[in-house]
């Protein structure tokens, strides 16, 4: 067994994402990561990542999903406004199939998610890492890096989620929101964010966000389910599913020694 997978916490909780490369398991670190997990296993239920497409791929770094937009510029919490982001000294981004929450700063997670197709260890501390992909079917999520990408990072081929299965439900209070909750609380959100643009403009939120730590470093640098069951069948409520940038693109992603610079930005890495 890896060193990586000894030093880990035990996961809680795991999820299976139907996709067009085939299924991809996510074994979550619920106890150590409430808000993403319970944020990630809530929309999993909801129906609210069915039909998101890969919108982001950086090869052999990370590629990016969980906006219903397609753009890079979408998707909300299930708490209605962004939430903290979460760390532990035992979860880092050290090799290929973690999970992580996508956003342009900390503490400005949404739905976006990123999926790391290498070792990424300038994310640690800036990023939750909140799962790990499970078992063979990290080969399924492998395949993104055979594809080309555009000048946006666009992959040349898209692929999107179909439908998400929880196999291991770690939240038993967790309750679907009915549309008008749902409705009201992304309502709040956009007023808030209008009064926001009122004083300063929107900023870009495509991927994974790295354009305010690049600043900092110039600047230094010039001083010197229930297994089987459908997300459908996972509560008993009355249920009504919705149907439905990990890394910024203008952010420069520098590496260690041994990895190439790469563009990276949200709504996660």
Known sequence: MSSAYISEPKTKGKVCLETTLGPIDIELWS????LACRNFVHLCA???????IFHRLVRDFIVQTGDPTGTGHGGTSIYGDVFKSEFHQR???NRRGLVGMASDKKDQNGSQFFFTLGAASDLNGKHTLFGRVGGDTIFNLLKMNDYDVDANERPSRIHKITGVKILENPFS???????????EKIGKRKLKE???EQVQPKKNTALLSFGDEMDEYDEEASKFQLKGKSAHDVLVDDISLSKQAAVGPEEINYKSENSKKVDVDDKEV
């Open 31 to 34: 106890r150590e990561c409430p």
């Open 46 to 52: 909801e129906g609210y990542y069915n039909g998101c």
């Open 91 to 93: 979860l880092k981004f």
């Open 194 to 196: 209008e009064k926001i």
């Open 173 to 183: 209070d967790l309750k679907i929101r009915s549309k008008s909750e749902k409705e």
